[in-house]
């Protein structure tokens, strides 16, 4: 970016600010003591939203730099009014950063479009360049070779048959689950945490999945037992909620993992507005070593809404009924 550009976008951002634009890093507030529920834990409730524009990966332009300089950020902000008030598709998850950068916003579903801008929530601004923080790079660890062989695999089954019958339709789209982690920011993006003397419980808007956890740091159930969340046990360490959980559904794959990773996440209040998540995953059948990302929930002061999508569901018998005239087409053709 041009210097005369760099001052241009950064009068701009200053502009945006005073004017009430809700763009600002995130900050730990210091010496913060988290509040205590009645029964003397730290009170992490409420609703919480990941609106970040920050993307998992670092993006290659920033090399190892973890953070925006303030001239980067200012820019950022600007790109991001101009995005927010624009018409053209959603931009959903990481692809906020990446339009900054490049000035291009790219669709995340070419073959019909997004659903525009409007159906976003407005996104809160990090100087970081990666949700990742370990590998310091801001990458994802190399995956093994049998890993990507079998990913890869995965992948070309889905382009050859992608509708051989229900089962053969993503979970998402049938409104199963989006998985655990849920990563995407911006959309249904929002949590609820309600606690107990005994659990916790976090209620994701997206597909209206609730986790209900012990914090007996007990054992896990049997190996045999597979769910699409895993099995969860956690415990307070200080101020941190802990919770380690295993026994994935090899059918719930996250990024290429499959159902023995192991996943290990940290709920810290960090201010009053901000509930830092932590979470740590170890699969050694999928990556050369574990890595770690660190997100930051804003409180929110509006309700989880029901998530009562069921596009996919309606769609199935179009979609199969489609997939076999094709075929049909395809056997009258001869291939």
């Known amino acids: 970016m041009k210097p005369m550009s760099i001052r241009k976008t950064l009068a701009r951002a200053v502009a945006l600010i005073l004017a009430g634009a809700a763009f600002a890093p995130v900050h730990a507030q210091d010496a913060y003591v988290a509040p205590r529920t009645v029964d003397g834990q730290p009170d992490l409730q409420g609703v919480w939203?990941?609106?970040?524009?920050?993307?998992?990966?670092?993006?290659?332009?920033?090399?190892?730099?973890?953070?925006?300089?303030?001239?980067?950020?200012?820019?950022?902000?600007?790109?991001?009014?101009?995005?927010?008030?624009?018409?053209?598709?959603?931009?959903?998850?990481?692809?906020?950063?990446?339009?900054?950068?490049?000035?291009?916003?790219?669709?995340?579903?070419?073959?019909?479009?997004?659903?525009?801008?409007?159906?976003?929530?407005?996104?809160?601004?990090?100087?970081?360049?990666?949700?990742i923080v370990d590998p310091s790079n801001g990458r994802l660890p190399e995956m093994l070779p049998a890993a990507r062989e079998r990913m890869m695999a995965e992948i070309q089954a889905r382009r050859e048959n992608p509708s051989d019958s229900y089962t053969s339709r993503p979970l998402q789209e049938r409104c199963i689950t989006y998985g655990m982690p849920y990563m995407l920011a911006g959309y249904n993006s929002y949590y609820q945490v309600v606690q107990s003397a005994t659990h916790v419980a976090i209620i994701q808007e997206m597909i209206h999945d609730v986790r209900l956890i012990p914090l007996d740091a007990g054992p896990h159930v049997d190996e045999k037992i597979r769910l699409w969340h895993g099995d969860s046990r956690g415990w307070f360490e200080g101020?941190?909620?802990?919770i380690e959980t295993r026994n994935f559904s090899d059918a719930s794959e996250f990024r290429g993992s499959r159902g023995n990773r192991i996943f290990k996440e940290r709920f810290t209040r960090t201010a009053h507005d901000n509930l830092q998540y932590e979470f740590t995953i170890e699969d050694p059948e999928t990556w050369v070593a574990p890595w770690t990302a660190v997100l930051n929930w804003s409180r929110s002061e509006d309700p989880i809404y029901e998530y009562a999508c069921h596009e996919g569901n309606y769609a199935l018998e179009g979609i199969l009924s489609g997939a076999r005239a094709e075929e049909r087409m395809a056997a009258e053709r001869g291939n």
């Open 239 to 242: 101020d941190t909620l802990v």
């Open 49 to 131: 939203a990941n609106n970040s524009t920050t993307p998992l990966q670092r993006p290659a332009e920033f090399a190892d730099r973890a953070s925006l300089t303030d001239e980067e950020f200012a820019a950022l902000a600007a790109r991001a009014a101009e995005i927010e008030a624009g018409t053209g598709d959603a931009l959903f998850g990481d692809g906020f950063l990446s339009a900054a950068i490049s000035g291009t916003v790219e669709s995340y579903d070419p073959s019909t479009g997004n659903y525009d801008q409007t159906w976003m929530a407005s996104r809160t601004l990090e100087n970081r360049t990666s949700l």
